[in-house]
């Protein structure tokens, strides 16, 4: 019986804990989200209706105007473009790509990087030199290089327990792979897709070239394509591959980041950023990358004001235009609030998928950290274990150097690789449950920013 | 500079300590698991090739035949078969349900519930009685009731962030409401399906019936059924509702747990059960529910064993029978286990679907989960953060009496609900990581359990 009161006891006192005006905020925050959130319906719209998005194509300006209505269908207090200049790349007709045998010739899954330049029309056929590392390349020189293609095919990490660590472990090889070979003389490059996945879906991304290096053309192969012609390589290191792809730079097009903002009712002058990039790859529909962060962005302000919640510094919404092959909207942003002396106190950014969430990487001083921290009994209930140090976003990068604190939200990073770049990164891959969590987990942040600052 | 070398100090010193014995070889069960793990293969033949597993059925037997192969090919010391008597419930014909309101027809789906009667062969038509609980219900008195079909449809609450809670707030309309419904007269019940998703898979489910109270058929219906209906009663209070199943008991039949074994090199009678139930509903393919609970629970004596571990207690990985709708697997193993006075001092269990790893509950004294959770330094970094009391499983529950410490594996739970019981419960809707984390997730305790006891 004494045991039992005591048990009784201690939820009490767990109970009343439990009460603290924060506490209880948040908690309204996520019935508010979790009840009554429009985000996977919106998300709905930006991936099926709209599509893809990359920089400088209709569909990225579709997204533009879309999402400048959607805010100010919400009534936030203002809803407003800001202009920057952005690379226009195009991807041209699909690529042709084979593995050209003896007299077998099998046809493999690619797509060409974003920023390569097309193959000459009538393709390129060559031997292939195969290298896991530069330093392989390298080793190898170019009396074993010159004239051949090289094959990129080292795998993203699987031991990784975060994925973007096993990400950031392989990527050299599809951004400078290009300009690495060619100083030693290759036609062209294939990289293996950026995930852990065995499947035939290539993964693009973006690629650069070194000036004074020849521009040699650029793709991505899928992981059961890379594995077979690796396994080919083998058995006859003479093989030829054969690839035509017909993209192309066109001149930099005129594009917008969009912004959406709740005036503060004390400290106008402090503002919080949440924000996304609206731009996607072009052979998927953007659902994880970055749709889920664009519509939780807006879905943040929108369960706030549901609330009644009136924020006492400046909160915006802020999609961002171009991060998957420039950054100019996140650079743009940083000029315009330098040049317009804003003072950014923080900046939240989610780029990391619409997935359940884990916790935030935080970017600043160890105090402002500290502080952030110090927050965790707040939030671990919601399943926010991981506060801490990490990395911030790239949109959000630009804005470091005004002094503001950054935040990347961080969902669980186990299937983001799987659709990452992907043409099955689409809306059906994105839960709505773990969607909505994600954009309450940033609204609780978010909240907590707004009323205690750091 | 200064700063610089701090920092790098306080890196060795994390290093350092990340040296433990144990912290090492945690390390090589993750690295293990994550590059060689057969086990989503392994999910792939039983719920493809073998399908459902409904207890009695003839896809069970043939998983108890494949995983006794399975084990034996693995090489562990002793495989072997534990008889139990199972119920033997058949679904039949598909089921065929429609709203008719007036003239209208409105064909909607359902499953009938494990363990329900049919309907007569003409099947049942009855106005629709909606009811959000057994108090509304009782509140509504035989008057109201008698003689129709009763509609629950509380749907599962969204804002419980464990949705497992969310379940047991809404599973007791599934599970009694055939009996509370039939001792106010009603001849049939409809329950809204056990799900957070709008959609049109009927998810069904055990129920039980009372004695001296008529049996009455019961069936769940889509939530996108549940709310059409719903909405049209609003205007029609007086329309009905048809439905006909065709399911049968019969007499109970022979079924099997399969225990596969590695004795213990210091403390053979000391045994630690890691396990999942191998029966599964009949209209999915157990994906979630069970499969990936048993695969990893091979997973977990292949991968040891796999890096030479030696351990000091007996394995024992546990494919329990009739979970769903009996736990006579359960049920018989603790009670071989205490005919033959063994010693089972702790029991893991993997019945939460093949999810993320989030961490493990724990029953047993406040001893047991102190050391247990002392080990979460161990577990933080592999995303195991919720260590702490909980529950164990519905298998290994049986145990408890025998003084076994239980614990059940903990992964993400958003997404389990929109699969469990239903037909898209398949192997497409696992994620190999992430049933690969949950596998050396559990492994990692196994190895603690096995070195430290409890």
Redesign the interface.
Known sequence: MKKRLLLAFSLLVTGAQAQSPDSVTIRKI??EV??NSPSYEWLRHLTQQIGPRLSGSEGAQKAVDWTKQLMEQQGFDRVFLQEVMVPHWVRGAKEVAYIQNGKQKITVPIAALGGSVATPTKGIEAQVIEVKSFQELRDLGAGKVKGKIVFYNRPMD??K?N?FEAYAGAVDQRGNGATEAARLGAVGTIVRSMT??LDDNPHTGSMRYATGVPLIPSAAISTNGAERLSKMLKDNPGLTFYFKQNCETLPDAKSYNVVGEIKGSEKPDEIIVVGGHLDSWDIGQGAHDDGSGCMQSIEVLRALKALGIKPKRTLRAVMFMNEENGLRGGIGYADYAKKNNENHIAAVESDNGGF?P?GFGIVGTPEQRAKAIAWKPLL????L??IGAGSGGADIGPLAQLGTVLFGFKP?S??YF?FHHAGIDRFESV????LE?GAASMAALVYLLDQHGL
Chains 1, 2 share one sequence.
Request: glycine share 4%; charged share 30%; proline share 7%.
């Open positions: 996520y019935n979790l009840t699987p031991t327990l994925t852990t996945v359940t884990r671990a209930p919601y399943g274990h991981e669980d186990q299937r799987d839960n709505k449950r773990e969590l």
